[in-house]
């Protein structure tokens, strides 16, 4: 008993300490740069955690809405839009001049051949796309040399294509027209393209019709694109569709060159960046990677 009450003084001076401890001022929470650990905020983009590092796009004011300050490397992006020729190819352009100026090949996986793909009735003319041509990539600070083109026949190749990209250790980007099915079969290829990705430190975009909008995808980031005319300019609408982060409501105006980029096919055929047949691709890839 007498021992019982020797505690007590000590247990009365515990909970005395505890509801000190509680009264004390908390020590403030460190700024960027001077400590290890920040407090991270989900609405806001700019801290929001990425899985790879991002690239610059080239444009300030959609560096600053995206989460990491850029295009996600390693990860897939997916552009959605029915209007070719907006300048859908020159977003691109700076991430993808920068690569190669690193010595990194960049892979398009072109349209497969009107009638050849595996579409459905609603399917779109594939060949009206605005198609990569080499003046123009020269123009935008792209090496064509460092350029591969595959052209494949039907649907199936287009995904063996790209997925046999992603497995190269020498790519820098890859932008693919992909065919479109159902949604479930969609998104399974979607989830394999997004997993391998995540393998390197590539660039992955994937340009699909705006009628995709609504299915699921895995991809990290979705942007919808679409043509902004003023009556004295015409700008690229970019909707962030999905991003790390809070979302966006409004979208982003941008000022592209678009027009640039020739919608013929046959303007492929140029001597410096041959079209490259999917069975070669992966020799294509490793004599890229070595040249560039």
Known sequence: MERSRSLLPLAGEGQDEGRRAWTLTPTPLPQAGEGRFLLWHADDPALAATAAECAPTGFEIL????????????????????????GELSLLAPALAAQTRAGRACVWILPCEYGSCERGPQADDLLQ????????????????????????????????????????????ALIGWLPTSSAPADFRA?????????????????????????APSPAALRLQLTCDRGPQSQKLAVKILKRRGRPLI???????????????????????????????????????????
Do not use: M
Request: charged letters at 15%; glycine letters at 8%; aromatic letters at 6%.
């Open 63 to 86: 560096d600053a809405e995206l989460p990491g300050g850029g295009w996600p490397q390693g990860q897939l992006i997916e552009l959605l839009h029915d209007d070719p020729g907006i």
């Open 129 to 172: 796309q605005a198609l990569p041509y080499p003046p123009a990539l020269t123009e935008a600070g792209i090496d064509p040399s460092c350029s591969i083109f595959v052209r494949p026949a039907v649907a199936r190749e287009a995904w063996w294509a790209v997925e046999q990209s992603l497995r190269a250790a020498h790519l820098g």
């Open 190 to 214: 979607l989830r394999r393209l997004h997993l391998l990705a995540q393998r390197h430190r590539a660039l992955v975009f994937v340009i699909r019709p705006s009628r995709c909008t609504d």
């Open 250 to 292: 409004e979208p982003v105006a941008l000022q592209v060159h678009s027009g640039s980029w020739d919608r013929n096919a046959a303007s492929l055929a140029a001597p410096t960046s041959p079209a490259v047949k999917p069975w070669q691709l992966a020799a294509a890839l490793a004599g890229a990677g070595a040249g560039c």
